[in-house]
């Protein structure tokens, strides 16, 4: 077979070239993030974090350009719903990370030697759920209507359910099970995730874990949990996984850069939640509306989605107190 057979070829319904060209794109910012840009291990400020985090976004949204140029303008406008959807539902994961930073006082210095390896794993992950889920979809249709009902049944509760509910790490199974079955150091050793030191029984030098693998492993878990949401909720609005899987990556990218203004302030979008409840409802209705009515032109999709999150966001800004938020998230 010949090499233009090979890069021609169809991946999942797209050429195989277009895969690749992605992913060199994926590993060239990541290689640049840290081969360059943090080569050294140091603090990420407020500022660093703005100005990464904008030139991700504009990455991202360039990305979003070319996508419509060559896919058309349906699925463009269905890349841009789908990155803001999965850019603001992983806020809370923002929030989340935030709590295990805090439960294995990891310091600023190396919060970013975790995320950076993070992302290679849920690149991987959400590749493996994102291809076995638009191989249900394409075997059976119907699987459409399970995510629609759980996109709902997800937004009403996230309507009804209380803000003052936070996860208490000390209780965390994942975290008790690694325990249980790693050697695990009481304390940090730099930024490495595993160091050799002597066994309290025989005095053998052996590898032990260190607080920052367990934070590593818990932020991973984390992401799996968050994509059971994030992954229906994108499928809901385009069943083309090139679309789906690229606009997934993008987002958790900047997102990723963006922790470090982001944590300070993420209570500050307390009633973001509201907004991404109306968007999953909205979403897991098109699905039924789809069916009985007519398809939701992917203009409205955007419109309307990218409305309500900003609706979310202006209110949020508005009704909560900078000095409230950085007395609930200036921990991290």
């Known amino acids: 077979m010949e090499l233009l057979d090979i890069v021609s070829m169809s991946v999942m319904g797209k050429p195989a070239w277009a895969w690749v060209a992605f992913m060199t794109l994926v590993v060239v910012l990541l290689v640049l993030d840290l081969g360059v840009l943090h080569r050294k291990t140091h603090e990420i400020s407020i500022p660093e974090s703005l100005k990464l985090s904008a030139f991700y976004i504009a990455v991202a949204l360039a990305y979003g350009g070319w996508v419509w140029w060559y896919l058309g303008d349906v699925a463009g406008m269905n890349y841009l719903t789908a990155y803001f959807v999965e850019k603001s539902l992983s806020l809370d994961n923002v929030f989340v990370i935030s709590l295990v930073f805090t439960y294995f006082a990891i310091p600023r210095l190396y919060q970013h030697r975790v995320l950076f390896w993070g992302i290679l794993g849920v690149i991987f992950l959400r590749g493996i759920m994102i291809g076995a889920g638009a191989a249900l979809i394409e075997q059976f249709h119907w699987i459409l209507y399970l995510f629609g009902g759980f996109l709902i049944i997800t937004g009403i509760k996230m309507l009804i359910a209380s803000g003052d509910d936070e996860p208490d790490m000390s209780k965390n199974k994942v975290i008790a099970f690694l325990r249980r079955h790693l050697r695990v150091t009481d304390q940090l050793h730099g930024d490495k995730f595993w160091v050799r030191q002597p066994d309290p029984k025989t005095g053998h030098s052996i590898r032990w874990a260190t607080p920052l693998f367990l934070a590593l492993v818990v932020v991973e878990i984390s992401d799996l949990v968050f994509a059971v949401d994030s992954v229906p909720a994108v499928f809901a609005i385009t069943t083309d996984p090139f679309v789906v899987y690229t606009s997934n990556i993008f987002a958790i990218l900047g997102l990723r850069a963006l922790y470090f203004a982001l944590a300070a302030m993420v209570h500050r979008f307390e009633y973001l939640k ?27 999709s955007l419109g309307v989605t990218f409305g309500l999150l900003a609706a979310g966001v202006v209110v949020s800004l508005l009704r909560t107190k900078p000095d409230e938020a950085s007395e609930k998230g200036g921990s991290v």
Do not use: E, T
């Open 274 to 300: 509201y907004a991404l409840a109306a968007v999953l409802i909205f979403i897991g209705g098109k699905i039924f509306y789809a069916s009985f009515v007519g398809k939701v032109p992917a203009l409205i």
